[in-house]
């Protein structure tokens, strides 16, 4: 069973930094390309970052230059870095693992951040 768990979201000022955490139980992580979604109320879930399994990148639009994706497979784990935080940023993050080989895809339970003052 393949669980993500997410953390590190909360309440910040905008201008604020935070970093999020998903803890991957995932016994060949190395073979998961990883990402960060968001879901702000009454809007669609879109793609925050993504990862590969060999560490190309891409962010959308929105957070390019702010957010940084990074994963650390000796540790099952992926980060999202936020930097300069907005109130647009407000949502909850969630995070996603998908197989390489198209033999899973999974989502965490997502974690709450707030941009606020």
């Known amino acids: 069973q393949v669980q993500l768990v997410e953390s590190g979201g909360g309440l910040v000022q905008p201008g604020g930094s935070l970093r999020l955490s998903c803890a991957a139980s995932?016994?060949?992580?190395?073979?998961?390309?990883m990402g960060w979604y968001r879901q702000a109320p009454g809007k669609q879930r879109e793609l925050v970052a993504r990862i590969t399994n060999a560490g190309s990148t891409n962010h959308a639009d929105s957070v390019k230059g702010r957010f940084t994706i990074s994963r650390d497979n000796a540790k099952n784990t992926v980060y999202l870095q936020m930097n300069s935080l907005k109130p647009e940023d407000t949502a909850v993050y969630y995070c996603n693992a998908r197989n390489v080989l198209n033999q899973g895809d999974y989502w965490g339970q997502g974690t709450q951040v707030t941009v606020s003052s």
């Open positions: 995932i016994s060949t992580f190395r073979l998961y390309d």
